[in-house]
């Protein structure tokens, strides 16, 4: 995912910014597993270092999927990571997108 600007949207809390791309309108934002902290590594497996952890009750928009390291988790067991921001990516085992299957485009 590349970010080709960001603005101050208005109604957004203060300080918040909305990054805006040419997807953008089409994103779809799923929600990460109940009562979770979810850690968000730099690459596609558990091997990758994690960057961030997400918040429980977080939301994340799929740019893009790759196979990867296998992991069992809240919905079930995948090899599908799903890329959230550049060199960000988390395990689709730990995220609600309704399918045991690829919801957006592979990563190139």
Known sequence: MSVDRVEEVEGAGEGEAVATTA???SLRYYSVAPGLRLNV???????????????????VAIYCQSPGT???????????????????????AYV???SDGYVAPRCG
């Open 96 to 98: 609600n997108t309704g």
């Open 23 to 25: 997807a953008a309108a």
């Open 41 to 59: 590594r730099s690459g596609p497996g558990t091997s990758y270092n994690i960057v961030r952890v997400l918040p429980e009750g977080a939301k």
């Open 70 to 92: 296998w992991v069992s988790g809240y919905y079930g067991t995948t090899n599908i990571w799903d890329n959230i921001d550049n060199g960000e990516y988390v395990s689709d």
